[in-house]
């Protein structure tokens, strides 16, 4: 694949010149058949004109199952494993001098419950809520962006739930050793975290906090790409999300630790992966700001021309993009 570059129009075109110019392009015969189809059959032209939709949501849904059906894989009783290993960390902790979520949390409790109450909410409505917002608006507004920072969470996940299989650890409020409760069933909201919601998630993922890996991830997108004071919020919102899970009960200061290694580890593998693959590099960076299209034979069109795709390149859904 090579990048086409006419005045300051650049796209990721086929191999072999282009009878006149590329704007629009000459479709392949494949591509013109598929069209063709389009046309004749609605149904056939609505899936095509989503085709990018629909891969990313069945991509999510997918990593969804794997990181709840994974749980249990390689020992037989995962939670005293987990419970086992949970207090290992904890020892760890304690003989480097930083088991400090303990006395955190007696603190808030005796002193500013309702900091405990603030940090239960922002532990739940700034981690989903944000996440999935944040996705949607980059998968619409800015492709670029969207399939970069998409990689890097998947590639966090990816590594994440090997490290949940292999080495599975509980949160500290259920470990025995430890003196810390879980502030969100004491304060609320009782439903997050009970037995009905358990089955949604893993109980023993712990290490690495996926919680503060991401959280992560988002504040560095903040910080490259919010103006002026804005800026800000790169920073605070990790720091809030460090304090919520530790101060809950939910992560020891060692898994958010881990975490956020996690996540600048997977930044440098991106950011290699796209310097070793200059060709791919090229074609996500000629993805344009994509807005919403009407669903239709316009927009099939349209997202034929503006993907910097050449018709060719398929979903697009495993690459990376900046």
């Known amino acids: 694949m090579r990048v086409i570059r006419t005045g300051n129009f650049r796209r990721a075109g086929f191999r072999g010149r282009y009878p006149g ?26 899936s095509w004109a989503y085709r990018r939709e629909l891969a990313e949501v069945a991509l999510y849904i997918g990593a969804y199952l794997v990181y709840v059906f994974s749980q249990g894989l390689v020992y037989e009783d995962t939670r005293a494993v987990a419970v086992f290993n949970g207090e290992r960390i904890a020892t760890l902790q304690q003989s480097l001098g930083f088991l400090w979520e303990p006395g955190w949390q007696a603190w808030a409790i005796e002193h500013v419950q309702g900091i405990v109450v603030f940090l239960n909410w922002a532990y739940i409505v700034t981690y989903w809520p944000v996440i999935l917002a944040l996705a949607i608006y980059l998968f619409l507004r800015n492709r670029r962006e969207y399939y970069y920072y998409r990689t890097v969470v998947l590639l966090d996940l990816i590594v994440a739930l090997a490290a949940f299989a292999l080495f599975p650890v509980a949160s500290p409020f259920a470990i025995p050793t430890v003196e810390l409760t879980d502030m969100i069933q004491v304060f609320g909201p009782a439903l997050y975290g009970s037995e009905t919601m358990a089955i949604f998630y893993n ?21 490259r790409t919010l103006p002026g004071p804005f800026k800000a919020a790169g920073i605070v919102y990790p720091v809030l999300t460090f304090f919520a899970i530790t101060v809950t009960g939910n992560h020891f200061i060692l898994d958010a630790v881990v975490g956020g290694v996690l996540a600048g580890l997977c930044f440098g593998v991106v950011e290699a992966w796209q310097r070793l693959t200059p060709g791919l590099a090229a074609y996500y960076r000629s993805l344009p700001h994509m807005g919403w299209r009407k669903v239709g034979l316009g927009r ?12 060719g390149s398929g979903s697009g859904s495993a690459g990376l993009g900046r």
Do not use: D, K, N, Y
Request: net charge positive.
């Open 21 to 46: 110019p590329i704007w629009p392009p000459v479709l392949p015969p494949w591509a013109q058949e598929r069209l063709s189809a389009c046309q004749r059959h609605p149904a056939a032209q609505w």
């Open 203 to 223: 109980t023993s993922a712990a290490m690495p906090s996926l919680h503060f890996s991401w959280t992560v991830i988002l504040g560095v997108f903040w910080l």
């Open 300 to 311: 099939i069109r349209s997202m034929g021309r503006s993907s910097g795709s050449g018709w």
